[in-house]
């Protein structure tokens, strides 16, 4: 895994929130439910700041690959049928009609998000999409530090109420995300993974 720094973001979503506390030079909180203010912030804010970050690339690592069950209910108009998306989505990145083992670019369908479903014309479809995650050790450690900086700056009004100092860690966030988008480019040749071509998706 390539690393950034030589700061060890591991083990727990609170160590991350304590690296961005630690940033505006908060107190460290113990657990996420302990119940005092900044514990309350960091759990405001925490999702935000995962889904904000994971949102901006297709980071392979945060990659599942799943086949959606057909609903039973189809739409009123304009689309044949609906599937439930995965409660952990959050940005799909490719949608294939049908059920090959190694579907080509030219499986790619037309499709429509709405309400928790996604719409498409054919029966069977199996999608590609960026996953919430629920271990920060399946983060490499360029995206915690992403997380946790963009997590600094989303709690930075609300606990220091200094402009200047948000303006400076809003940069220091967007250069954190920019350098994890460097280091997955480089760990990940090819998306299509042919041949000797690779990249590396987390397995459940």
Same mark, same amino acid.
């Not at 303006?167 to 280091?183: F, G, P, T, W, Y």
């Given at each position: 895994m390539l690393q950034t720094d030589s700061v060890n973001y591991t083990a727990s979503w609170t160590q991350i929130c304590n690296r961005a506390l630690g940033r505006l030079g908060s107190e460290a909180i113990t657990h996420l439910s302990e119940g005092t203010q900044n514990a309350e912030f960091c759990n405001r804010f925490l999702p935000e700041a995962i889904e904000h970050i994971l949102g901006q690339w297709d980071f392979k690592f945060a990659r599942r690959r799943v086949r959606l069950a057909l609903n039973a209910e189809r739409p009123l108009f304009g689309w044949s049928y609906q599937f439930t998306l995965p409660m952990d989505l959050i940005r799909i990145i490719e949608v294939y009609?049908?059920?090959?083992?190694?579907?080509?670019?030219?499986? *790619? /369908?037309?499709?429509?998000?709405?309400?928790?479903?996604?719409? =498409?014309?054919?029966?069977?479809? @199996?999608?590609? #999409?960026?996953?919430?995650?629920?271990?920060?050790?399946?983060?490499?450690?360029?995206?915690?530090?992403?997380?946790?900086?963009?997590?600094?700056?989303?709690?930075?009004?609300?606990?220091?109420?200094?402009?200047?100092?948000?303006? *400076? /860690?809003?940069?220091?966030?967007?250069?954190?995300?920019?350098? =994890?988008?460097?280091?997955?480019? @480089?760990?990940? #040749?090819?998306?299509?993974?042919?041949?000797?071509?690779?990249?590396?998706?987390?397995?459940?």
């Open positions: 009609g049908g059920s090959s083992t190694m579907p080509e670019q030219s499986e *790619l /369908i037309p499709f429509q998000v709405e309400n928790g479903m996604i719409l =498409a014309n054919t029966r069977t479809i @199996q999608i590609i #999409y960026i996953a919430r995650p629920d271990d920060p050790n399946q983060l490499p450690q360029s995206v915690r530090k992403a997380i946790s900086t963009h997590l600094a700056y989303l709690l930075s009004t609300p606990l220091t109420s200094n402009q200047q100092l948000t303006a *400076l /860690i809003a940069a220091e966030s967007q250069a954190a995300i920019e350098q =994890a988008k460097v280091d997955d480019a @480089q760990m990940n #040749y090819d998306p299509n993974a042919y041949g000797e071509d690779f990249h590396v998706e987390n397995r459940r």
